[in-house]
């Protein structure tokens, strides 16, 4: 069974910056895409970026575009997602997931991963 465990949120001023980390066990991060979502107290879960599974594609959400980067590294089976210029509203947990399609490219839709990570805060004070 794939695990995946998130790390790296934290409480950080707003036009600072936080790097996220999701790493696999039981399983891997490849050849699938993978996706990280939040969501706010009170909120629906929202995406945020997916990556193809070689890394040559990424989305983003408008909200975020040009402020966070989604990255991996198939060897150490990690996704990243770099996130600068935080404000306020950047404020939720962070969930990172994947999908169960091989040679996935990105995927916005939520409902198209079976595996879930537990979430990490990311706290940004104005």
């Known amino acids: 069974q794939v695990q995946l465990v998130e790390s790296g949120g934290g409480l950080v001023q707003a036009g600072g910056s936080l790097r996220l980390s999701c790493a696999a066990s039981?399983?891997?991060?490849?050849?699938?895409?993978a996706g990280w979502f939040r969501q706010a107290p009170g909120e629906e879960r929202e995406f945020v970026a997916s990556?193809?599974?070689?890394?040559?594609?990424?989305y983003y959400a408008d909200s975020v575009k040009g402020r966070f980067t989604i990255s991996r590294d198939n060897a150490k089976n990690t996704v990243y997602l770099q996130m600068n210029s935080l404000n306020a509203e950047d404020t939720a947990t962070y969930y990172c997931?994947?999908?169960?399609?091989?040679?996935?490219?990105?995927?916005?839709?939520?409902?198209?991963?079976?595996?879930w990570g537990q979430g990490t805060q990311v706290t940004v004070s104005s």
């Open positions: 997931a994947r999908t169960s399609t091989r040679f996935s490219s990105p995927i916005r839709d939520p409902k198209a991963y079976n595996y």
């Open positions: 039981g399983g891997t991060f490849s050849p699938y895409a």
């Open positions: 990556i193809s599974w070689s890394g040559g594609t990424t």
